[in-house]
Structure formats: C-alpha cells, structure tokens
C-alpha cells in the first residue's frame, strides 16, 4: 500500500517536472543546474522564500500604518473619530439587513405611518446605518499609503537596474540564449519582492477594507501569484520584470489620487485621477499589447519556437490582458457616471445627502429628497455636508469606487 502510494506521488511528481512540458526542446533541468553567472539560474525552491518575505512584509505594512500612515492622516485632517450609532430600531433594523438597505418612497412612507416618524428622519437613520457599516476614512487612507508607498518605492527600484539592461530597449534580448540566462542581484531581488507582495496581498484582502472589485482583484491576485511564480521557474524572468515595471508606473498614480481624496483635497485628487486614467490606459491597452504579447507571441516564436508551457504563459498574459480591458471600462464608467452625477448634484441634491455616500445612495438620495418634508432637516446633528460638498462628487468619487 505505501510502496503504491510511493509511487503515485512519484508520477505525479514526474509528470509535474516534467521538462517536456516547462523547457523548450533539447533542454533538460540538468542543464541548469550550473551555477552561471550572478545568481545562477532560478530554481524552484527560490519562490518558497517568498512566503517568510511576505510575512515579512505584511509586518512592515502594519507597522507603516501605525507609525507613519496614521500620524500623516492626522495631519492633513483626518480624524480618528468613531462611527456615529444610530438610534436602536428593532423595525427599521429588520428592514435594513432582510429587505433594503435603500428603501423607496412608498417603503419610506409605510414606515413613517409604521413609527410614527418623519419621512426625512427615516432617511436619516438609513443614511447613518449605511455609514456605519463602512470602514474609517482614516483606515483607508493608510492603506492607499502603504500601496502607494510600495507601488513607488519598487517602481523606482525597477526603472533604476532595467534602465541599463539590453532587454529593457529590445525585447528580442528577452529570448537569445534562452533559457541560458542567468540571474542578476537586482533581478533576484526585485522578482521575489514582487511575488512575496502578492502573496502577501492575497492573503490581506480578506482583511483589508471589501471594495466592489473585491472578486476581480483576487483573480487579479491570483493571476499574479500563479505567473510570477510560472515565469520564474521558467526563466521568463526578464520579460516577467518588464511586465512589473510596466504595471508599477500608473499603480501609484491612483492610490495618491484615492490619498488625495480621503484628504479633502479635490483639485489634486481631479488632476492626479485624470493622469492615472490616461497612463492605464495607455500602458494596459497599448503598451502592453504592443510591447509585452508583441514579444512574448511573436518574437519568441520567431526565435524560439513555442513548446508546451510557452501557450500556458501566452494564455495567462491574454487572462491578465482580459482584467485590463474589464478594467478600462470600470474607469471610463465610473468617471463619467462621476462627470453625470457631479453636474446632477449641483443643481438638484438636497442637503439630506453627505460627501460619504456612494453611488447607490446618491442616486436613492436623489430620488427621494424632492418628496421629504423640510421639517426634519435637523436631524443630521451636525453632520449634513455643506453645497460645496455635494458638488465635490464629480470625479473624486471615481477613485473612492476603484
């Protein structure tokens, strides 16, 4: 029994490794086992450092946060303030978490009769209960830092050593020799550092604040995951490094855009949204088309051939190709929802509705202000958002939507 099991696993392992399947023809794992030069060549038990670096880098993330994140929040004005609670309701509650979190005007008016309430405080405690589901501004705003920080820090480290390499201004240079490449230190590190920080994603999005793209980011994710580790292994490393310097130069752009948001500042949160629409797209639909799948379908094929993992690699480039074409048009649907709702919002949103609702509760709001009576306009306590405001919803809001 444990001799068949034995080997089982064997086969498994065999047909796992195979070098028919991860090498091109006439090359066999032995022929990389040479130590070359630098670095020598990768080898598969390399990707399992990226496990204690991920860990390693998700407690510099949580002390980053604490320590720096925080205190430049507090300093541009973000308060560490709690939630405002809601007045208890056991009506309303039910109605909140098992029919609508966003009741219409007849619900509204049922439930006035129902509780002898106003209309408008109904509004109100739905509003506020909303809000009181959704994480601190405060907490995003540090870890948009700690993503921008990251994005930057190992962007400029990427652009500083693929500067000089050949490969970096000829694509073709990614394939001669080819898999005879051997590894330099900054390539090393710089390639390990990035999977260790999507594995290190992967894991915190269950913790992180849940964004609408919540299940296109973990395929996004797990993609990366899945191809760093593929191209390593594979020593497609140098087109895989072009590939992370290309999606590192617009990444920042839309956290420091998101920073500016949380931050009130929404002339620089406009223009820095704008320049990181225009660089995604340029980079995702034509750069990478045009430089990155112009290499490694053609030119490769050209100078290599393809064998069996090559069509693996080329297909998960078309998956990742896919989320920047479903992701281009998020962009372009939420800016000009943003660009809509902005110029609807000057001239019709009343002053029930706050600058920290999203785009569900803006539209609901909208629709149900003309019909509130004005004699509950109290009822926010402090907490209704100046005209100004209201006409702060044009494109900032897109970035609080990414």
């Known amino acids: 029994m444990a001799t068949a099991a034995a080997e089982a696993l064997g086969l498994l392992w065999g047909w796992l490794w195979s070098e028919r399947f991860w090498l091109p023809q006439n090359v ?27 860990a390693c880098i998700f407690s510099v993330r949580m002390l980053f946060e604490r320590f720096i994140a925080k205190p430049c929040a ?8 709690v939630l405002y609670q809601v007045e208890s309701n056991d009506i309303l509650e039910k109605v909140f978490i098992s029919v609508t979190k966003y009741p219409d005007e ?38 948009s830092m700690w993503r ?14 693929l500067w000089s390499m050949p490969w970096f201004w000829d694509t073709r240079q990614c394939w001669y020799n080819y898999p005879y490449q051997p590894l330099s230190r900054e390539l090393y590190y710089y390639y390990l550092t990035q999977l260790a920080f999507y594995w290190s994603l992967m894991f915190s999005q269950f913790i992180d604040v849940k964004r609408k793209d919540f299940l296109v980011m973990f395929i996004h994710h ?3 995951v899945v191809l760093t580790t593929f191209s390593y292994i594979n020593n497609m490393v140098r087109v895989g490094a072009l590939i992370f310097c290309l999606h590192d130069s617009s990444d920042s752009l839309l956290e420091a855009a998101k920073l500016a948001n949380y931050a009130r500042h929404e002339r620089l949160c406009n223009a820095l949204f704008v320049i990181f629409a225009a660089a995604f797209m340029v980079t995702r639909l034509g750069i990478f088309p045009l430089w990155i799948l112009n290499t490694t379908f053609f030119e490769s094929w050209e100078i ?24 281009s048009y998020l962009i372009v649907r939420i800016a000009f929802k943003a660009f809509v709702q902005g110029k609807v919002s000057k001239d019709d ?20 202000s003309g019909s509130s009576s004005s004699n509950g306009a109290n009822c926010m306590n402090g907490h209704m958002g100046s005209s100004h405001l209201a006409e702060e919803h044009g494109t900032c809001k897109a970035t609080r939507d990414l």
């Open 304 to 327: 290599l051939g393809p064998y069996t993992s090559w069509w693996l690699f080329n297909g998960i480039l078309l998956i990742l190709q896919t989320l920047h074409v479903i992701w």
């Open 349 to 368: 949103r009343s002053d029930v509705e706050s600058s920290s609702e999203e785009d569900e509760e803006t539209s609901h709001t909208n629709n149900l």
């Open 148 to 161: 921008f920080t990251f994005y930057l820090c190992i962007f400029c480290y990427g652009i500083r050593f």
């Open 222 to 224: 797990l993609v990366a």
């Open 106 to 143: 007849k619900r509204l008016k049922g439930l006035s009769k129902q509780l002898d309430w106003d209309v408008r405080k109904i509004q109100c405690w739905f509003r506020h209960r909303r809000n009181q589901d959704k994480p601190p501004t405060l907490t995003k705003f540090c870890e």
């Open 28 to 54: 066999s794992w032995a022929d990389l086992e040479g130590p070359g030069d630098g670095y020598g060549y990768p080898r598969a038990q390399h990707v399992l450092l990226a496990f204690p670096l991920a």
């Open 74 to 81: 507090l300093r541009v004005g973000i308060e560490d303030n």
